[in-house]
């Protein structure tokens, strides 16, 4: 059974950085394509960043390009979402997700296995 466990939210100044981690267990990210998305309140659930299962390319969304980075470390079964010069607006729950896809794909239905979500409050 696939389990994923989100971790590293929570509150800090604009201009500042998080990283977040989604520990996997029953498997190897390296099977899947591995994306982050967000949702803040009110608003729909984004996609933020993937990468690619079958040729480890990334690929984020405008919104966040030259400042979120994805990684894996398999040897620990944890995909990383470095946060750098965050801002007000990318305030919201941050989930992991997995795709038996092979390329990167930003949109939510390409996904079927999701963590529970972990905060993220970017103050001005």
């Known amino acids: 059974e696939v389990h994923l466990v989100e971790s590293g939210g929570g509150l800090v100044q604009a201009g500042g950085s998080l990283r977040l981690s989604c520990q996997a267990s029953?498997?190897?990210?390296?099977?899947?394509?591995v994306a982050w998305f967000r949702q803040a309140p009110g608003k729909e659930r984004e996609g933020v960043i993937c990468?690619?299962?079958?040729?480890?390319?990334?690929r984020p969304a405008d919104s966040v390009k030259g400042r979120f980075t994805i990684s894996s470390d398999n040897a620990k079964h944890t995909v990383y979402l470095q946060m750098n010069s965050l801002k007000p607006e990318d305030t919201g729950v941050y989930y992991c997700?997995?795709?038996?896809?092979?390329?990167?794909?930003?949109?939510?239905?390409?996904?079927?296995?999701w963590g529970q979500g972990t905060q993220v409050t970017v103050s001005s």
């Open positions: 997700a997995l795709s038996y896809g092979t390329w990167c794909d930003l949109r939510r239905e390409f996904y079927t296995s």
């Open positions: 990468l690619s299962r079958s040729d480890a390319s990334t």
């Open positions: 029953g498997f190897s990210f390296d099977e899947y394509t």
